[in-house]
């Protein structure tokens, strides 16, 4: 018999959740695997990520690449146009 006085519950102390305090709910939340946990886990996730994903692409209008290589062409050959005909 070992002379360690356990505590009361599971035996696996205030890490597994059976303790008492924030952080034992958060780790029995964390790793239970129950289906509702997963399920606000997975809720939290996405409107952490989808939150700033909408307002990022919120009121703009997607452009392709060969939209952004037709407006650094037109800018390049106006740059380079003004530039000729002020060096002279």
């Avoid at 129950?34 to 209008?61: C, D, R, T």
């Amino acid at each position: 018999m070992s002379a360690d006085p356990k505590k009361p519950g599971n035996g696996a102390g205030a890490a597994a959740g059976g303790g008492r305090g924030f952080g034992a709910k958060l780790n029995h939340y964390l790793y239970s695997g129950e289906k509702k946990h997963v399920a606000a886990g997975i809720a939290i996730i996405g409107v952490l990520f989808g939150v700033p994903w909408y307002l990022m692409n919120q009121g703009s209008k997607h452009r392709s690449h060969q939209d952004y290589m037709e407006k650094a062409d037109k800018a390049r050959s106006e740059r380079l146009s003004a530039g000729s005909s002020t060096a002279r």
